[in-house]
C-alpha cells in the first residue's frame, strides 16, 4: 500500500503523486468542491470543530483527532488495504481475479451505480445546511459536522474513481455532482429522498437513522462489487458510515427518553406544554423518513439489478455469508405486489428480486432501533410503543406507489387516505411545533429541553473520551 502523504494538497493512499495527470485533474476539481462547501455547505459561521480527520485506513489513523477550520478540512482519498488474491464472489465472473481496471463491456453500468451513489452525499450536506442554526447543544453541533464533512469525504471518493477510471466523462460527471442541489428545481438530486428539507432536529436524527442507513446498504452491496477500487472505497466508507448511524440511533433514544421523562414527571401525555416533543408526532416523523428511506431501495423486482448482480457489478449485503451458490440462476423470492389491486406478495425470480432482498436486510436493522426506543419506554414504565408502518405505508416507488396505505397495512380509498393522513405524517402544526423547540443551545455542557444528554453526561458521554461538556465547536 502507498503510504499516505500529507505534504500533498489532497491526502491519499492511493499513489496520488505518482500519477500527475490525474493528480492535476483533481486538483482542478478541489477549488470547485471548496466553493460548492462554501455556499451549499454548514450555514453557521464557526472558528473550529474538534473533528476526526481520516490519515490512513490503518490503525487509529482513520480517526485522527482535533480542533480544525471546516474550510481546512483534510478531505482525502482513502481505499481500504489491497487483498492482492481478492477474486469475485458472486455472478457469471464467480472465482475470477477482482478486476483492478473497468471493462468496457460494464463501463457506462459501473458509471452510473458511481455517480448515482457519489449524489446523496453532497445532497445530505445540502439538506443539512442550516441545523447549526438550531443545534440542541455543542455535542451536537460537533457531531452534524462530523457527519457533514465525511459525507464531503464521501463525494471525493466517488470523484475520484470517476477522474481515476472513467476519463473525460467521468470529469464531466464530477462537475454534475456539484452542480445538481437538493431540492432544486432546475437541477434535483436523482433520488427523491435527498430532496427532502431536513429543517430541525429530530429530521436530522432519524434521517441519520433512517436515511443514512439506506446509504450503509448501497455501500454494502458495491463493497462486494468486482471492480476492486470501488470496493475498497465502499469499505472504508462503511467505517466512517457507522458514526452516522449512532448519531441517529442515539438522537432518537435522547429525543424519546426526554418525552418519557417528561410524561411520567407530569403524568401526561401531552408534553408539548412542557416543551417536549410528543410521542405520536416522533412516531409521525418516523413514519415519514421510514417510508421515504424504503423508496430509495427502488422497485421490488428490476432486471437491472439482476443484470449489475450477474455482471458482478453489485452484490448482495454480506454476499459471502449467504449460504447458496451465489449466481442465483435457479433461486425465487417472494416480493411484495398487488394481486388485483390488493396488497400482497408473488414468487419471482431471485436475481430479480434482489432490491427486495436489500429492503428486507435493511428492515431488519431498522426494527432494532425501535426495539431500543421501545425498551426506553418500557424502562419508564410507559405502556406506550414505537412502530415501524407497513411497507405499503406511504410508498411513491414500488409495487405500493399505486395505492395508499395506512401504517398497519391496511388499503385506503384515495379520500380516506386524505382524510387520515394526518394522524400518520407530520402536518404543518407538527412541523411548526417541533420548529418551535428548536433554539440554539451553545453554552457548554448545557442542552435544550427537548432533548436528553448523552448517557454519561456531562463528565463522559462525549466524543473519543471527551465529557459531553467538552468545548467541541468555536463560534466565530
Ligand atoms: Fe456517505
Ligand atoms: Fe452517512
Given at each position: 500500500m502507498t503510504r499516505p502523504d500529507y505534504a500533498e494538497k489532497i491526502p491519499n493512499n492511493v499513489g496520488l503523486a505518482e500519477d500527475r495527470r490525474l493528480q492535476r485533474a483533481l486538483e482542478s476539481w478541489q477549488p470547485d468542491f471548496l466553493s460548492w462547501w462554501e455556499t451549499m455547505g454548514p450555514t453557521l459561521p464557526t472558528q473550529d470543530v474538534y473533528l476526526r480527520t481520516a490519515t490512513d485506513v490503518r490503525g487509529e489513523g482513520w480517526a485522527t483527532f482535533g480542533h480544525v477550520p471546516m474550510i481546512d478540512y483534510r478531505w482525502g482519498i482513502f481505499l481500504a488495504d489491497r487483498n492482492a488474491d481478492r477474486r469475485i464472489a458472486f455472478g457469471r465472473h464467480k472465482g475470477e481475479p477482482a478486476w483492478q481496471k473497468v471493462p468496457g463491456e460494464y463501463r457506462a453500468e459501473l458509471q452510473r451505480l458511481i455517480v448515482i451513489q457519489g449524489d446523496t452525499e453532497p445532497a445530505s450536506v445540502e439538506q443539512q445546511r442550516n441545523l447549526g442554526a438550531t443545534a440542541p447543544s455543542l455535542y451536537d453541533l460537533r457531531n452534524l459536522f462530523q457527519v457533514n464533512v465525511e459525507e464531503g469525504r464521501h463525494l471525493?471518493?466517488?470523484?475520484?474513481?470517476?477522474?481515476?477510471?472513467?476519463?473525460?466523462?467521468?470529469?464531466?460527471?464530477?462537475?454534475e455532482l456539484l452542480r445538481r442541489n437538493s431540492g432544486?428545481?432546475?437541477?434535483?438530486?436523482?433520488?427523491?429522498?435527498?430532496?427532502?428539507?431536513?429543517?430541525?432536529?429530530?429530521?436530522?436524527?432519524?434521517?441519520?437513522?433512517?436515511?443514512?442507513?439506506?446509504?450503509?446498504?448501497?455501500?454494502?452491496?458495491l463493497k462486494e462489487s468486482a471492480f476492486d477500487p470501488l470496493s475498497?472505497?465502499?469499505e472504508f466508507m462503511l467505517k466512517e458510515e457507522a458514526h452516522h448511524m449512532m448519531v441517529g440511533t442515539t438522537g432518537v433514544d435522547r429525543v424519546v427518553e426526554r418525552t418519557a421523562r417528561v410524561m411520567v414527571e407530569n403524568d401526561?401525555?401531552?408534553?408539548?406544554?412542557?416543551?417536549?416533543?410528543?410521542?405520536?408526532?416522533?412516531?409521525?416523523?418516523?413514519?415519514?423518513h421510514y417510508s421515504v428511506s424504503l423508496d430509495l431501495f427502488g422497485g421490488?423486482?428490476?432486471?437491472?439489478?439482476?443484470?449489475?448482480?450477474?455482471?458482478?457489478?453489485?452484490?448482495?449485503?454480506?454476499?459471502?455469508?449467504?449460504?447458496?451458490?451465489h449466481q442465483l440462476a435457479n433461486d425465487s423470492i417472494m416480493v411484495d405486489s398487488l394481486v388485483d389491486g390488493e396488497i400482497s406478495q408473488t414468487e419471482v425470480m431471485a436475481l430479480t428480486g434482489l432490491n427486495t432482498d436489500l429492503r428486507r436486510e435493511y428492515i431488519a436493522d431498522c426494527s432494532g432501533g425501535v426495539k431500543r426506543w421501545n425498551r426506553i419506554l418500557e424502562e419508564a414504565g410507559l405502556p406506550q410503543r414505537l412502530y415501524l408502518p407497513h411497507a405499503a405505508f406511504n410508498r411513491?416507488?414500488?409495487?405500493?406507489?399505486?395505492?395508499?396505505?395506512?401504517?398497519?397495512?391496511?388499503?385506503?380509498?384515495?379520500?380516506?387516505?386524505?382524510?387520515?393522513?394526518g394522524q400518520w405524517l407530520p402536518t404543518a402544526t407538527d412541523k411548526a411545533f417541533v420548529r418551535s423547540l428548536m433554539r440554539p443551545v451553545y453554552e457548554r455542557g448545557k442542552i435544550a429541553a427537548w432533548v436528553a444528554p448523552p448517557r454519561g453526561a456531562p463528565r463522559g458521554g462525549g466524543i473519543n473520551g471527551q465529557p459531553f461538556d467538552y468545548d467541541y465547536v468555536h463560534l466565530a
Open positions: 471525493w471518493a466517488m470523484v475520484y474513481l470517476l477522474h481515476a477510471y472513467f476519463g473525460r466523462e467521468g470529469r464531466a460527471e464530477a462537475e432544486s428545481a432546475d437541477s434535483p438530486r436523482i433520488l427523491g429522498a435527498f430532496n427532502e428539507e431536513t429543517p430541525d432536529w429530530l429530521s436530522f436524527y432519524m434521517f441519520t437513522y433512517f436515511t443514512d442507513r439506506d446509504g450503509k446498504y448501497q455501500l454494502g452491496t475498497r472505497t465502499c401526561t401525555d401531552d408534553v408539548a406544554a412542557h416543551g417536549a416533543i410528543p410521542l405520536p408526532v416522533i412516531q409521525k416523523y418516523l413514519n415519514f421490488e423486482t428490476s432486471t437491472n439489478v439482476a443484470n449489475y448482480y450477474t455482471a458482478g457489478l453489485k452484490g448482495r449485503w454480506l454476499e459471502e455469508r449467504r449460504k447458496d451458490d411513491r416507488v414500488g409495487a405500493f406507489a399505486a395505492i395508499e396505505a395506512s401504517p398497519t397495512g391496511e388499503q385506503l380509498t384515495p379520500s380516506e387516505w386524505d382524510a387520515s393522513k
